[in-house]
T-cell receptor, first 117, second 116 residues
Framework: GAGVSQSPSNKVTEKGKDVELRCDPISGHTALYWYRQRLGQGLEFLIYFQGNSAPDKSGLPSDRFSAERTGESVSTLTIQRTQQEDSAVYLC???????????????FGSGTRLTVV | AQKITQTQPGMFVQEKEAVTLDCTYDTSDQSYGLFWYKQPSSGEMIFLIYQGSYDEQNATEGRYSLNFQKARKSANLVISASQLGDSAMYFCAMRERQTGANNLFFGTGTRLTVIP
């Protein structure tokens, strides 16, 4: 597609439920990133995928968070047993470059606003 | 320690005037990149400008320029001739080579409001 697509745009869930967030990157972009943005805060790195390499999961805040990506296509971020502190906007970005100036080519989606009640 | 510090939670500027948004960074790496992103109310992050640590000249992109002062570890964004559409959150970010260059570290942002 023309841009990075994320769904749903908004999600309200009850505490303790599991949620899945989806990111559809730009076709041909090998790198995919997930970030979390709490209200009034900057972006917090969660996880990075590059092609078929093992993902960099160093930013995942707990084992309730996991993400998958098959090849260079869609990624899903799963949050199990959601807590109120998980409420945030979850942003996905994709890039066609790695290392060096890779950030130059970041394209972000519009995010999924998750509210845990 | 915070890798990126943006000390201005909010800024106001008169339309058509210039404004400087502050950003300081902390790294021991010699090779790094600095970025500015704009986030309008729609939520999408829009890339504005990039400065590499070895770039000798300040980056410019249209009305945006980056005032890079390496010794002071600052990378301020200058927006010239502000427009109403510039009202948004602005985030400074950095990538370091030593961390594997897999992710950007973001500051907490500055909310810019352009006054007509």
């Amino acid at each position: 597609g023309a841009g990075v697509s994320q769904s749903p745009s908004n999600k309200v869930t009850e505490k303790g439920k599991d949620v899945e967030l989806r990111c559809d990157p730009i076709s041909g972009h090998t790198a995919l990133y997930w970030y979390r943005q709490r209200l009034g805060q900057g972006l917090e790195f969660l996880i990075y995928f590059q092609g078929n390499s093992a993902p960099d999961k160093s930013g995942l805040p707990s084992d309730r968070f996991s993400a998958e990506r098959t090849g260079e296509s869609v990624s899903t971020l799963t949050i199990q047993r959601t807590q109120q502190e998980d409420s945030a906007v979850y942003l996905c970005a994709s890039s066609s470059r790695t290392g060096g100036r890779a950030g130059y080519g970041y394209t972000f989606g519009s995010g999924t606003r998750l509210t845990v009640v | 320690a915070q890798k990126i510090t943006q000390t201005q939670p909010g800024m106001f500027v008169q339309e058509k005037e210039a404004v400087t948004l502050d950003c300081t960074y902390d790294t021991s790496d010699q090779s790094y990149g600095l970025f500015w992103y704009k986030q309008p109310s729609s939520g999408e992050m829009i890339f504005l400008i990039y400065q590499g640590s070895y770039d000798e000249q300040n980056a410019t992109e249209g009305r945006y320029s980056l005032n890079f002062q390496k010794a002071r570890k600052s990378a301020n964004l200058v927006i010239s001739a502000s427009q109403l559409g510039d009202s948004a959150m602005y985030f400074c970010a950095m990538r370091e080579r030593q961390t594997g260059a897999n992710n950007l570290f973001f500051g907490t942002g500055t909310r810019l409001t352009v006054i007509p």
